[in-house]
């Protein structure tokens, strides 16, 4: 092509874009956002763009708009995007502009909440780690060097969104941003600065000039223009901090983040339901679930300390990318719902009145004809049926009943009438031929090993770059000493910030100790084998994600702070925590770069009879052909102890099957306030034994799979399984129990294409015409 031509060509695409992409204005008032001029009720979901991989994107948007979601949210992850100061990467799981361009592209809106604190659970809150070591810094507050980088971060993003034309306004998807994200109970505890770095948050926001509106989550004193919204498991009581802003829920949380050590929590498709039609009926106008599907802390991205790899969630769509029913379905069914009663919605203010002791109507009434009703029982013991305009009807306990012309009930929330599955972890792989290699203690005149006097700090020390912190060193016992006669060992005493330790004397493990969710510091401490001479003290340290949440979390140590003592010599108590002490970053394994392709071969691995079995600090290897089919795939690692995986390099995550839950499990009812505490499973178990195997990760042939293992566990038990649907049933659950009775409140409207029901599998349709076909049936296939 003659240059000319390539001109001309670039003119046609300059041209053809603009004549596609048509923009539309957005706003706002006390009722709703307006897109173009029209109010909307807008159904949202939050899914992260690093949680899982460019090539699940596609399918989990489209999932999402099958559910009946207008918008997708997402916070920006600084820490991913700007690795160090001013190198910026936006490749791969962080290629930002193709994810907003791809739900462009399936048709729905994009929230974008640039933070950049995002909190989310994820590795300090999204901030880069060596922010925390610009001179003078204070994170959020009316610090200049933390404003100065922000602002730079905020701009960076806003103007890469503008270049690609992705605001509404240009015609593309983003139709919000949110700055700062729940900064209110901040702000409350550190006071004016706190109050003056909220309202330069604000007016920097709206200087970039986005042309679309600006939220701040949790913020009530959110400066005007800006929105101020509700995150939480209810938000109906919620009023925005001025009579012109729409009641707005930015985190609907569709169940809770699981840690190492807790138990999983779940929740009921009923109540969330039940808290979505609650706060629609008390006039809110913005739902967003968070999260509509969690996905994976891969690598070492998990936020904490202590959060677990998985993010699922409990979401309507699980980490695997798979639909999580019937929560994904009933909530699909109750967006119609609320969808048919749009045009009352966003045209009335409702009218409330009594239908009972413990039972409300909300009515919107508009003056051109549009009528919605919510009929709700709060009761949570007994089922009541009330009169509303000429008719009855029956409420179940703790549920709303939908009617979009104010006479036919359409959908209640604690009638679930979508199709329930069960998931199966099917084994796929013949046992792995693993190789072994055994960590090497380091000593003190290692390479790369740093000495100071004392007890340093973790972070400061390594940056973050690796998990892992050695600290060594030396104590001298006398051959004088009376415990050498007596046999009664000196007592070794470790405090430590946390958040795991392992304790080596003289190169052999002592013991292993580790905090927790609630309460990440640890102490060690044991009598320990001492020889008369020098013996060799080796601390592992070990940091399981950095804090992500509480007031200056940046300032939160980890590590062996000491004091450090022996108790039990001739002097009584030796405290050694201000001697010479000598640091090592990392493990050598990593400094090797041993879980990577081109490296992993620069070590003799041992195998067959010789190959290392339950020994801590091991390095596993093995190679495997990917398993035929698209079911997504995961690794149970439940004869494995703690450590870290990859895949063909890259890092699935933290394991620690190790860790068991403990936590309250028990029979789950769905009826009552739910607290996130209220739902759990896995009690007696690994808190997390599945890992999640990007399927994109794996080439047909020859996969490697690195396993570090801090504990001593099994590596012939780690094996690989597809996830499959091996069951789905059509029940009208009802309280629990299928039933074949046909409600009188179940939808009575019937789908547009009764030819392509699946009566055969599913064969409650005819009786009650809830089910109609889903595009996405293809993973439904056995019967009940
Ligand atoms: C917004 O409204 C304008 C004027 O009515 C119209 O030309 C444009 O197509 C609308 N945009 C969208 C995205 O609907
Ligand atoms: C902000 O960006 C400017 C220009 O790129 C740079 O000089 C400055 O160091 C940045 N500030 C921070 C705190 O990152
Ligand atoms: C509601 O009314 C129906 C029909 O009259 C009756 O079968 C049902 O038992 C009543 N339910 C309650 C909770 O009173
Ligand atoms: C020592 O540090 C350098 C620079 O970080 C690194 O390239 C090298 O691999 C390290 N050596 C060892 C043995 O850890
Ligand atoms: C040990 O020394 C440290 C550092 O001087 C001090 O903070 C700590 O209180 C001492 N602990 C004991 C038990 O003597
Ligand atoms: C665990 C938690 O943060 N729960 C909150 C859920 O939302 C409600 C209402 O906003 C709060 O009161 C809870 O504290
Ligand atoms: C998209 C899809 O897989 N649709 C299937 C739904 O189920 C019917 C009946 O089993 C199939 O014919 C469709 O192909």
Redesign the pocket.
């Known amino acids: 092509m003659s240059s000319k031509v390539v001109d001309l060509f670039k003119l046609w695409l300059l041209f053809s874009s603009w004549v596609f992409s048509v923009s539309a204005t957005v706003s706002y008032d006390s009722k709703a956002i307006l897109i173009n001029g029209s109010r909307r009720i807008l159904l949202s979901g939050s899914i992260h763009y690093p949680r899982s991989t460019p090539e699940m994107w596609p399918d989990l948007i489209a999932k999402a708009k099958e559910g009946g979601l207008d918008v997708i949210q997402t916070y920006v992850f600084w820490n991913g995007h700007e690795p160090s100061p001013g190198n910026y990467y936006f490749e791969d799981r962080y290629d930002l502009v193709r994810f907003v361009k791809l739900v462009q592209q399936a048709g729905l809106y994009v929230h974008l909440r640039i933070g950049p604190y995002i909190c989310a659970e994820w590795n300090f809150g999204g901030f880069p780690v060596w922010l925390k070591f610009v001179p003078g810094i204070v994170f959020r507050t009316d610090n200049e060097p933390f404003k100065s980088a922000m602002q730079n971060f905020t701009e960076k993003i806003v103007s890469m969104m503008k270049a690609e034309m992705l605001f509404e306004t240009q015609g593309g998807p983003i139709i919000m941003s949110q700055i700062e994200n729940e900064f209110g109970p901040v702000e409350w505890e550190i006071g004016d600065p706190g109050k003056a770095y909220t309202k330069w948050a604000a007016q920097m926001a709206v200087r970039l000039d986005t042309g679309v509106p600006w939220v701040m989550c949790k913020q009530d004193d959110a400066p005007d223009p800006v929105i101020n919204t509700?995150?939480?498991?209810?938000?109906e009581n919620?009023t925005p901090n001025a009579k012109y802003k729409p009641k707005m829920w930015t985190e609907n949380?569709t169940g809770?983040y699981t840690g190492f050590g807790g138990a999983v929590p779940t929740r009921p498709a009923e109540d969330i339901a039940f808290s979505v039609a609650r706060f629609i009926q008390n006039g809110g106008s913005f739902v967003n679930y968070y999260m509509y599907h969690g996905g994976t802390n891969f690598g070492r991205t998990s936020g904490g300390p202590f959060i677990a790899t998985s993010y699922d969630y409990d979401a309507p769509i699980d980490e695997y990318g798979q639909l999580r029913e019937p929560k994904w379905g009933h909530l699909r069914d109750l967006h119609r719902a609320i969808k048919s009663c749009e045009p009352a919605l966003v045209s009335a203010d409702p009218t409330l009145t009594s239908l009972g002791s413990n039972q409300e109507a909300h009515v919107f009434s508009s003056k051109s004809g549009a009528c919605a009703a919510f009929l709700a029982n709060y009761e949570t013991k007994y089922s009541v049926n009330v009169t509303f305009g000429s008719a009855q009807y029956e409420l179940p306990r703790w549920s709303i009943s939908i009617l979009p012309d104010c006479k036919t009930a359409v959908f209640n929330t604690a009638r679930v009438g979508a199709q329930s599955s069960v998931k199966q972890m099917v084994p796929v792989n013949a046992a792995f031929s693993w190789q072994s290699y055994d960590e090497e203690r380091p000593s003190a005149d290692d390479q790369n090993v740093t000495v100071h006097d004392g007890l340093w700090e973790q972070i400061f020390i390594t940056r973050d770059a690796s998990d892992y912190l050695w600290y060594m060193t030396d104590v001298n016992i006398d051959p004088s000493e009376e415990f050498l006669k007596s046999g009664q060992d000196p007592l070794l005493t470790i405090w430590s910030a946390g958040h795991a330790l392992h304790v080596f004397i003289n190169g052999q493990l002592s013991g292993t100790v580790y905090g927790g969710l609630e309460f990440p510091k640890l102490t060690f401490s044991d009598n320990v084998k001492l020889s008369p001479g020098i013996n060799k003290i080796s601390l592992l340290s070990v940091a399981v994600g950095l804090p992500n949440v509480g007031t200056h979390f940046e300032t939160w140590n980890a590590g062996v702070l000491g004091p450090v003592t022996l108790n039990g010599l001739n002097e009584g108590t030796r405290n050694i925590s201000n001697q010479k002490w000598s640091y090592k970053i990392g493990l050598k394994g990593e400094a090797l770069n041993l879980y990577t392709v081109a490296r992993s071969s620069s070590v003799e691995w041992a195998k067959g009879s010789i190959l290392t079995k339950k020994q801590p600090l091991t390095w596993y290897k093995t190679t495997f052909d990917a398993p035929g089919g698209d079911e997504p795939l995961g690794l149970d690692m439940s004869s494995m102890g703690k450590g870290q995986v990859w895949i063909n390099g890259r890092g699935i995550g933290r394991h620690w099957p190790g860790y068991i839950a403990r936590g309250a499990c028990g029979v789950c009812d769905y009826a009552g306030t739910y607290?996130?505490k209220k739902c759990q499973t896995n009690c007696g178990e690994p808190s997390q034994r599945w890992y999640h195997v990007p399927r994109s990760w794996l080439k047909p042939s020859g996969n490697s799979l690195v396993v570090f293992e801090e504990w001593g566990g099994d590596p012939n038990g780690i094996a690989l399984a597809k996830r499959t649907t091996t069951s789905v049933c059509a029940a009208d659950i009802f309280e629990g129990k299928p039933t074949m009775k046909k409600h009188g409140m179940l939808i009575q409207k019937v789908g547009t294409h009764p030819e392509t029901w699946n009566v055969g599998v599913l064969g409650h349709v005819t009786l009650n015409g809830l089910i109609e076909r889903s595009s996405l049936n293809h993973s439904l296939h056995a019967s009940c």
């Open positions: 509700c995150n939480g498991f209810y938000c919620f949380w809770w607290t996130d």
